[in-house]
C-alpha cells in the first residue's frame, strides 16, 4: 500500500533520543525549553508554551480570555473537529462559519453576520498548509473588539504576507502530531506576544502554579505538560523542517504539473500573499468517491477532507439548520488528498499519477 501521509523519523530521532536517556529528565526540561526556544525563532512569536497537544493548546487559549457558558465562539465549518471541541471544553459555544469556495479558510465576509453580544472570539483555521485572509480577518476582529485565537495546527512554516501564521491574532496554535509536517508523535504548542496570556497558559498547563516544585496553586490548573521525549524529536524534526518544506513542494509541483489538464480535476487555489506548506497536496473533482475506490485497488492510500462540522452526529443540537454552508460541503464532498509523504519517491509518484490518468483518460 502506497500510504497518504506518514513522518520521516530516521536516526536523526533517536540521536537525540539518546540525549534523553542520558540525562535521565524525562519531563519537561532542558530540551523542551531548547524546543520552544527553535519554534520562537522560526515563528517570530515572543512566548512558546509546549502542551500535551493542540487540543489542549487550544483550550488554554480559550480559558485565558475566559471563554464561560454563555459565550460564543466562531470556528469555521470546515475543520478537524477539535477546534470546535475545544471551545465545549472551555465551557463556550462553538458557531460555525462557512468557508471560502476557493482556499476552504474562514470566510471573512461571511464572520459578520454571525457576531452577536455573546460572540467572543474568532478561531480562524490554516488549513492543509493554506493561510486564512488574516488582514480581512484581524479587521473584522478589531470592529468589534473580539479575540483571535489562530489554529496552525496544520501550519508550520505556512506565512502570510511574510509572517508566521498563528502570531496574528492575541494567541496561536500548532501541533506536532504523527501526520504533521513535523511530528513529536503528540503534542502542541501556544504562541503569543501577550505577557500576561503566556502566563496563565502556563499556569493551566501546570496544575495551575507559575513554578514546577512548589505546592502553592495560585489557580485551578490541569497536567498538559510536554516531555523531553517529545522535545527530543521534535528538535530533530525542526532541523529537517527545509528540507521537508521543499520536498513536499516538489511534490506538490509534480502532480500539478501532470493532472492539471486532465478534465475533471481541479486544484484548490493558493492566495498570492500565503507562502504554503503542501502538508497534503489535495485536488477537487466530482467523481471523488469512485476516484478513491479505484486508487485502493491501485493499494494506494487517499484520504477525505474533513466532515464539515454541522453535519457532525455529535452537534445535531449546536448547528443551525437555517444557516447554509455551501462551501464547506462542496469542499468535503469533491476533495481528495493524495499520497504526499516526504519518503514519497518519483517513481512511485508517477505510478500514482499514472493511476489517476488511467482512471479518467481510459474509460
Not at 530521532?13 to 527553535?38: G, K, N, P
Not at 478534465?263 to 504554503?276: A, C, L, M, N, S
Amino acid at each position: 500500500m502506497i500510504t497518504q501521509i506518514e513522518p520521516w523519523i530516521d536516526q536523526e530521532e533517536l540521536t537525540q533520543l539518546i540525549r534523553v536517556v542520558d540525562s535521565t529528565y524525562v519531563t519537561e526540561h532542558y530540551l523542551t525549553r531548547e524546543f520552544e526556544t527553535i519554534i520562537k525563532n522560526l515563528s517570530g512569536a515572543k512566548h512558546a508554551i509546549s502542551m500535551t497537544n493542540g487540543t489542549a493548546a487550544l483550550y488554554c487559549c480559550l480559558k485565558a480570555i475566559d471563554i464561560s457558558p454563555g459565550d460564543e465562539v466562531i470556528v469555521p465549518d470546515l475543520t478537524f473537529i477539535a477546534t470546535s471541541n475545544a471551545v465545549i471544553m472551555a465551557g463556550g459555544t462553538p458557531v460555525f462559519c462557512d468557508v471560502t469556495s476557493d482556499t476552504f479558510c474562514l470566510e471573512p465576509i461571511k464572520i459578520k453576520a454571525l457576531i452577536n453580544n455573546k460572540t467572543k472570539a474568532i478561531i480562524p483555521v490554516h488549513l492543509y498548509g493554506q493561510s486564512a485572509d488574516m488582514t480581512k480577518i484581524m479587521d473584522v476582529a478589531r470592529e468589534h473588539e473580539l479575540y483571535v485565537i489562530e489554529d496552525a495546527a496544520q501550519g508550520v512554516g505556512v506565512r502570510f504576507n511574510g509572517k508566521h501564521v498563528g502570531t496574528f491574532g492575541d494567541m496561536g496554535i500548532l501541533s506536532f502530531y504523527g501526520n504533521k509536517t513535523i511530528t513529536c508523535g503528540e503534542g502542541g504548542i501556544v504562541l503569543t506576544n501577550d505577557d500576561n496570556f503566556a502566563k496563565i497558559c502556563y499556569r493551566l498547563k501546570n496544575h495551575g502554579r507559575d513554578e514546577k516544585g512548589t505546592f502553592v496553586h495560585e489557580h485551578v490548573g490541569f497536567n498538559f505538560c510536554f516531555t523531553e521525549m517529545q522535545a527530543a524529536i521534535g528538535i530533530s524534526q525542526l532541523k529537517k523542517l527545509d528540507r521537508i518544506v521543499e520536498k513536499k513542494r516538489k511534490i506538490y509541483e509534480r502532480y500539478r504539473d501532470a493532472l492539471e489538464q486532465v478534465p475533471g480535476i481541479k486544484f484548490p487555489d493558493i492566495d498570492e500573499r500565503t507562502t504554503p506548506v503542501h502538508w497534503f497536496t489535495s485536488i477537487m473533482t466530482d467523481r471523488r468517491d469512485e476516484l478513491k475506490e479505484y486508487l485502493t485497488q491501485c493499494d494506494i492510500q487517499t484520504r477525505l477532507f474533513f466532515y464539515p462540522l454541522h453535519k457532525q452526529p455529535c452537534y445535531s443540537n449546536i448547528a443551525d439548520a437555517n444557516r447554509h454552508y455551501d462551501n464547506s460541503s462542496t469542499a468535503f464532498e469533491r476533495g481528495l488528498s493524495l499520497p504526499s509523504a516526504y519518503n514519497l519517491s518519483t517513481d512511485v509518484q508517477d505510478m500514482v499519477i499514472g493511476c489517476i490518468k488511467d482512471f479518467y483518460l481510459n474509460e
